[in-house]
């Protein structure tokens, strides 16, 4: 891959890891796909936007995953660092998607009462473990795809020009 299309796709990345870990850690939403199905159902989203929204994840993962496998002429620091903001950008995906989405969904499934039940206080301490897991992986993410950006090529270290 060659410097410009690099620079471009690590532009991309940290903008959306960055948006991303963002939304997870002071936000009201994370910005990844099935984020509006956390929001009670009176909190009405548009289409259009909620759509944008949904992309951001899956933009910062792919671009992640895209440097971690094609970036060539990068040391091996660089490429340590790409592959663990991707894996730290998947399991944002995964925990939102395979985790909280379906405890919110089972919360709200459940009637109004006076008093929480066990089963209830047990879900919402489970969402706030899974909410800390992705917060530290999105901002863990977010972390490594800087400090990827900012690693100096071997080349550069040497003071050789290519």
């Not at 929204?53 to 970036?71: D, H, Q, R, W």
């Not at 039940?117 to 999105?138: I, P």
Request: hydrophobic fraction near 45%; glycine fraction near 10%.
């Amino acid at each position: 891959m060659n410097r410009t299309i690099e620079s471009v796709l690590r532009f991309i990345n940290l903008t959306a890891a960055g948006l991303l870990a963002g939304s997870l850690g002071f936000g009201e939403a994370a910005l990844v796909p099935g984020w509006h199905e956390e929001l009670p159902r009176e909190k009405p989203l548009e289409k259009l936007k909620a759509g944008y929204f949904n992309a951001i994840g899956p933009v910062a993962l792919g671009t992640a995953v895209t440097l971690a496998i094609a970036s060539r002429g990068t040391g091996p620091t660089k490429r340590i660092l790409d592959s663990a903001s991707a894996v730290g950008l998947a399991g944002v995906l995964a925990a939102t998607v395979m985790v909280t989405v379906p405890i919110n969904k089972e919360l709200e499934a459940q009637p109004a009462s006076d008093y929480p039940s066990d089963r209830s206080q047990s879900l919402v301490k489970n969402w706030s473990r899974a909410h800390a897991v992705r917060t530290t992986l999105g901002i863990g993410a977010f972390l490594c795809a800087i400090a990827a950006t900012n690693a100096s090529r071997p080349y550069e270290r040497s003071g050789i020009r290519k």
